[in-house]
């Protein structure tokens, strides 16, 4: 093999007769140079966003949830979270009651999700980084408040300086349906505005958080939840995650699940993979169109270096040994592209990284474009381009078999 590669390595910087040949090989490995880069910048840049959006998504979503297998509520178990307060990793545990509601300010009524939350909640949680206008705060002496997404705070004309208060309202789980009076089956309750969040389109545009204690009076439950929210220290490693988890759905048994931050929100994390690959297939087929200048300048090659072939067959060669020579020329063009196009990548988005040199235009949460390079995403990138380098090389090969005997 070392042979063929020596000869290979000569075809490939040897001056051709035909200059074109030269060209079209410079071409080639500029094409698959450009390639790589973008695949290796593209898929950090996304890396990045993706990032943003976790961390958003994590102010609001706790790192488990437990919730019952069955039905909608439930009372938290003392030994369990007893047990669970213990473990030094944990920095918080929540309870949590959420249910769709109707609510009305000022005349104008929506479709909501409001979420009570309790004491530990209100003091803790990362939300209180994403207020756009107010506070987050949830009680002001004994009058309750509410904090409410951005969207559902444009729709219905929320705003934390007014004095009006939100009215939310839900069926009677103890009452009957009054036909003569539909409004005496419905309980509801008075919250004020104070302060206004904002993460996502779709959780800005849906929810509300008040106290827990004004969602058991509207939904008349006693000490019942419908989640409990477990938040871990800053640092924890995956695997003590993994532990917790594992522990404490043996304890919790069948009736509960134990959801990690994916399984609360799968849709969305599962959407953002196929995103992913979505973009790494296109900017790979892009790739495959750039490696066939490959084709063209191997088999000029082949048709050029006849009287080599023979040359070398009447030495010994064997048609394999011939064919593997041209392979590994057209192999090395594209190995050449991809080295240098990972070089640039990487160069790229390690100076990004560091300096945030191309900003991000309007105003955005960041200022600089976000990357964050991935060594999967390099290797990834890396077997994709060799690859495709190795099988259009391959192919001229096929085509021609009969001359390389």
């Not at 990972?342 to 105003?363: A, D, H, R, S, W």
Request: charged share 20%; net charge neutral.
């Amino acid at each position: 093999m070392k042979l063929e590669f020596f000869i290979a390595g000569r075809y490939l910087f040897a001056k051709k007769s035909r200059n074109v040949i030269n060209v079209i090989s410079a071409i080639s490995a500029a094409g698959m140079a450009i390639g790589t880069a973008a695949l290796v910048i593209i898929l950090s840049i996304y890396n990045g966003f993706d990032s943003i959006v976790r961390d958003m998504m994590g102010s609001f979503e706790p790192e488990f949830k437990v919730v019952p297998s069955a039905g909608k509520v439930f009372i938290p178990e003392t030994g369990v979270y007893d047990w669970l307060y213990e473990q030094n990793s944990v920095a918080s545990i929540c309870c949590i009651l959420e249910e769709d509601v109707f609510i009305s300010y000022e005349g104008k009524q929506g479709i909501a999700r409001a979420k009570g939350v309790d004491f530990i909640y209100e003091e803790e949680t990362a939300l209180r980084e994403h207020i756009v206008d107010g506070e987050f705060r949830l009680h002001r002496g004994d009058v309750p408040l509410a904090v409410t997404g951005q969207g559902l705070a444009y729709k219905l004309g929320i705003n934390p300086r007014f004095v009006s208060p939100l009215e939310i309202y839900f069926p009677s789980r103890k009452r009957n349906i009054s036909l003569a009076n539909p409004a005496a089956s419905l309980e509801f309750i008075k919250v004020y505005p104070s302060g206004i969040f904002s993460i996502n389109n779709e959780i800005d545009g849906r929810y509300i958080i008040v106290p827990i204690e004004k969602m058991r009076e509207l939904l008349e439950y006693d000490e019942e939840v419908s989640a409990v929210e477990i938040r871990f220290a800053p640092g924890t490693p995956a695997k003590e995650k993994q532990r917790i988890e594992e522990e404490l759905s043996e304890r919790l048994g069948k009736n509960f699940k134990v959801n990690d931050r994916y399984r609360q929100n799968e849709s969305l994390y599962r959407m953002m993979k196929y995103e992913k690959a979505s973009i790494y297939m296109i900017l790979i087929f892009i790739t495959i169109i750039i490696a066939f200048n490959i084709f063209g300048s191997l088999t000029m090659l082949i048709i050029e270096k006849h009287e080599d072939i023979g040359t070398l067959a009447s030495m010994g060669a064997t048609g394999n040994m011939i064919k593997r020579i041209f392979i590994l020329e057209g192999w090395l063009i594209s190995l050449i592209g991809l080295a240098a196009g990972l070089l640039v990548g990487i160069g790229f988005v390690t100076v990004q990284e560091l300096t945030g040199i191309i900003k991000m235009p309007g105003n955005f949460i960041v200022q600089a474009y976000p990357v964050i390079l991935s060594w999967k995403d390099v290797l990834i990138t890396a077997a994709g381009v060799g690859a495709i380098g190795y099988l259009v090389a391959l192919m001229p090969v096929i085509s021609r078999k009969s001359s390389l005997r």
